[in-house]
């Protein structure tokens, strides 16, 4: 099966543009996980999605949404872009979106905002 | 809420020395996952440990889960260069709650 697949791999934006990255799962898997990644912090949860729902959502601001298509597929949008939201972007899916489940990450989008 | 704490940040090891990281929770888990980051990549999937006292092996990498279910540890013997990287855990909590919880990882360095 081919892995998760992210487009694009890298982003160079300025301040207050917009940005709207893609993921597409391992066939089969429903659930998508978007992690947004930086030095020192981690892995910090964005939301997930299941069967085109958004399941549960982190503590970030509302210019930070997704979607979930019927094919499974995930966008995740940056609006307003500012200079501390340059990072990787990691989406992740997994079989049935139980939280017990592996967790298969994507290569990431490595976004910087001049 | 919920809160994990992942010890060292940092281990600078030469080749051959074993390293191990720690993760640990303020509340009882449920279950708690091991991913590997390499340098440059994105995480990947190592391990998954769910019962009191558990232990785990894979080649030189022995993972265990604390009795009480509130910590964890990832041990590899004779470290090499191929195991550089970043560790992360991820725990999920009791009860209802869905979303894994990630610690900040520890990254091991190893000299030739």
């Known amino acids: 099966k081919a892995g998760v697949t992210q487009t694009p791999r890298y982003l160079i934006k300025t301040r207050g543009q917009q940005v709207t990255l893609s993921c597409s799962p391992i066939?089969?898997?429903?659930?998508v996980s978007w992690y947004q990644q930086t030095p020192g912090q981690g892995l910090q949860f964005l939301f997930e999605?299941?069967?085109?729902?958004?399941?549960n959502k982190g503590n970030f601001p509302g210019r930070f949404s997704g979607r979930q298509f019927s094919n499974s597929r995930s966008e995740m949008n940056v609006s307003t872009l500012e200079l501390g939201d340059s990072a990787l972007y990691l989406c992740?899916?997994?079989?049935?979106?139980?939280?017990?489940?592996?967790?298969?990450f994507g290569p990431g989008t490595r976004l910087t905002v001049l | 809420g919920q809160q994990v704490m992942q010890i060292p940040q940092y281990q600078h090891v030469q080749e051959g020395e074993d390293f191990t990281t720690y993760c640990n929770s303020s509340?009882?888990?449920?279950?708690i996952q091991w991913y590997k980051q390499r340098p440059g990549g994105h995480p990947v999937f190592l391990i998954q440990l769910v019962k009191s006292g558990e232990v785990k092996k894979q080649k030189r990498l022995t993972f265990q889960f604390g009795e009480a279910k509130k910590n964890s540890s990832l041990h590899i013997t004779a470290t090499q260069t191929t195991d550089v990287g970043t560790y992360f855990c991820?725990?999920?909590?009791?009860?209802?709650?869905?979303?894994?919880?990630w610690g900040l990882g520890t990254s091991l360095a190893v000299n030739p």
């Open positions: 066939s089969g898997h429903r659930s």
């Open positions: 992740a899916s997994s079989a049935t979106g139980a939280p017990t489940d592996t967790q298969y």
């Open positions: 999605y299941f069967s085109e729902t958004q399941r």
């Open positions: 991820a725990l999920l909590g009791p009860g209802n709650n869905r979303k894994l919880i």
């Open positions: 509340t009882t888990l449920s279950n």
